[in-house]
């Protein structure tokens, strides 16, 4: 009830059966490196991309990418079909 659009996608993509095997420490990773993908004008599209961005340069699979994707996807961030995802 009191989460944010933002990180309620955190919460699927990060509880999603797909990323189970990435660390709590690996998803700081990704936020963090997402942040320097942003300037100040940037929206949750920008985000969504950006968290993409991170989780491709850091390696994640292509099924780790798409539950990403699918989180964003479900909260209503939608995002540019050929950017979303890369094919690992």
């Known amino acids: ?10 919460y699927l993509m990060m509880t999603d059966p797909a990323t189970a095997g990435i660390s709590d420490d690996m998803w700081a990773t990704v936020f963090y490196h997402a942040l320097y993908r942003l300037s100040t004008d940037s929206v949750f599209t920008d985000g969504r991309a950006a968290v993409l961005s991170a989780a491709r340069a850091l390696g994640l699979t292509s099924a780790q990418q798409t539950a990403i994707a699918d989180a964003f996807d479900t909260v209503g961030i939608p995002g ?9």
């Open 80 to 88: 540019d079909a050929a950017s979303s995802v890369v094919a690992a």
């Open 1 to 10: 009830v009191n989460s944010t659009i933002f990180s309620h996608a955190a």
